[in-house]
C-alpha cells in the first residue's frame, strides 16, 4: 500500500533519495498555491511568504538542533554551503584540512583548491579504515585547522560518528564541517551535541524538497571567523533602508544570503519539513535502517554481489551500495528503469536509497527484479 503522502505513478517502485527525491503531495501542492498566487496577486502578500520562510528556518533548526535561527542560513546549494566556508576562513600558508578520499567532488575540491593559497587537503580513505574516526583524527596535527567529512559516504553509505569527531575537533581548536546532504533528513542529528561548526545540506534528497534550495549551519561563534564572498542588500543588518548610505553585515548566518530569497522554493521545502518533522526523526531513522537491513540480506544472498560500506549496523544509512561481479552499474539501473524501478549507478556498482515511505514490498519487488536480471547474465 502506498503512502498516502505521496503520489508516485502507479507501478514505480522509487528508490532514488540519496539522488533526486520526489516530493510529497503536501509539498507540490504547496508549489501549485504558490504559483496561483503569484498569477493572480503577484508579490501582494509578500508578508505571508517571508511567514512561511521564517517557518522553514524555525524548522530547519529544529531539525538540526542548532540553538537559533539566527545560526541558519538559506543557501543555493551543499556546495555553496561548503564554499562559503572554504573560501571565508582567514587561512595561512601551511594549515592543513583533513577530509575525505573519494567523496563526493562538492566536499574534495573546495578543499583541493586551498593549495595555491599554500593550504593542504589531506584525504583520509574513511571507507577502507576500521576505524574511521580514528583514521581521521590521526591524520590531524597540528597544522590542522579544520576537518570536512561527509556524515553518510554518497557511495558506501558509511555514516560517521560525528560525536566523537566533534569532541576531538573542539578540544584541539580544528574547526568541523559537515557536509550532511546524504544524512539530514534520514537520520537524526543534533549539532549541539556534535560540537559542529559548519553543516550544509541540500534540500531535495533526504528532505524531500526541490533542488536550489538547501541549508547552511554555521555555529554563533565562529560566526565572525568566516567572510562573506558575496554581499548584496539581503545579507546587510538593514535590509530593507534601500536608501541608507552606511552598512554593516546582518548579525546571524543571514549575512551569507546576499540577495533575494528563493520563496518558491522555500514554500516547497517548507511542507516537506512539516511531513518529516510530524513523523519524527526516530522513526523516519528506523524505518530506513530496518529498509537497509532488509536489503543488504537480500543482496547477501545474491552469489557475486559484492556489498560496500561497514556491517556494523550503527553505520548504516538510506545508502546500500552493492557490486556485482560481470555486471556494471548503468546496466543494472537500466534494467531496472525498464522494470519500474529507480535507483542509481555509483561506485561502479548499484545504489539503493529507500526513504522512511517505501514499503517492503517494494524492497522484495526490487529484489526480485534485480534476481531476474542477474540469473540472465
Ligand atoms: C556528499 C554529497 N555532497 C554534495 C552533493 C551535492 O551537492 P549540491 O547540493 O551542491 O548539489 C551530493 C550529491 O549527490 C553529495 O552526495
Known amino acids: 500500500m502506498r503512502n498516502d503522502e505521496f503520489g508516485l505513478a502507479p507501478g514505480l517502485v522509487y528508490l532514488n533519495h540519496a539522488a533526486v527525491a520526489p516530493w510529497p503531495r503536501r509539498s507540490a501542492d504547496a508549489v501549485a498555491r504558490f504559483a496561483a498566487e503569484n498569477a493572480t496577486s503577484g508579490a501582494l502578500h509578500y508578508a505571508r511568504w517571508l511567514a512561511t520562510e521564517h517557518r522553514l528556518r524555525e524548522r530547519l533548526r529544529l531539525l538540526l538542533g542548532a540553538r537559533s535561527i539566527d ?174 548610505p552606511d552598512w554593516r553585515l546582518a548579525p546571524s548566518a543571514q549575512r551569507f544570503e546576499a540577495g533575494s530569497p528563493n520563496l518558491l522554493g522555500a514554500h516547497a521545502l517548507d511542507a516537506s519539513l512539516g511531513l518529516l518533522l510530524e513523523i519524527g526523526a526516530d522513526a523516519i531513522a528506523g524505518a530506513i535502517r530496518g529498509h537497509a537491513a532488509t536489503l543488504r540480506a537480500a543482496l547477501e544472498a545474491i552469489p557475486g554481489m559484492d556489498l560496500l560500506g561497514s556491517s556494523d549496523p550503527a553505520r548504516w544509512s538510506g545508502i546500500v551500495t552493492a557490486r556485482i561481479a560481470g555486471t556494471d552499474g548503468a546496466a543494472l539501473v537500466a534494467q531496472l528503469a525498464a522494470d519500474g524501478v529507480v535507483c542509481a549507478a555509483r561506485g561502479g556498482g548499484l545504489r539503493v536509497s529507500p526513504h522512511f515511505y517505501n514499503e517492503e514490498s517494494e524492497l522484495q519487488y526490487f529484489c526480485d527484479v534485480l534476481s531476474r536480471f542477474i540469473k540472465k547474465c
Open 71 to 244: 545560526e541558519i542560513a538559506l543557501v543555493k546549494n551543499t556546495s555553496e554551503g561548503l564554499s562559503i566556508v572554504a573560501f571565508g576562513l582567514p587561512w595561512q600558508s601551511g594549515d592543513s584540512v583533513v577530509g575525505i578520499a573519494r567523496d563526493f567532488p562538492s566536499n574534495r575540491v573546495v578543499w583541493e583548491a586551498l593549495g595555491d593559497r599554500g593550504v593542504s587537503f589531506r584525504p583520509v580513505d574513511v571507507n577502507a579504515a576500521a576505524d574511521p574516526e580514528g583514521a581521521l583524527t590521526a591524520a590531524c596535527d597540528a597544522s590542522t585547522r579544520l576537518m570536512a567529512v561527509s556524515w553518510v559516504h554518497y557511495v558506501t553509505g558509511l555514516t560517521l560518528d560525528l560525536e566523537r569527531l566533534g569532541r576531538f575537533c573542539r578540544a584541539r581548536g580544528i574547526l568541523l564541517c559537515v557536509d550532511g546532504i546524504q544524512g539530514v533528513g534520514a537520520l537524526p542529528i543534533d549539532v549541539e551535541a556534535c560540537r559542529i561548526d559548519f553543516l550544509a545540506a541540500d534540500g531535495h534528497k533526504w528532505l524531500l524538497g526541490p533542488e536550489g534550495l538547501g541549508v547552511f549551519y554555521c555555529r554563533d561563534t565562529v560566526l565572525e571567523r568566516l567572510e562573506p564572498r558575496q554581499l548584496g542588500w539581503h545579507c546587510l543588518a538593514h535590509p530593507g533602508d534601500y536608501e541608507r
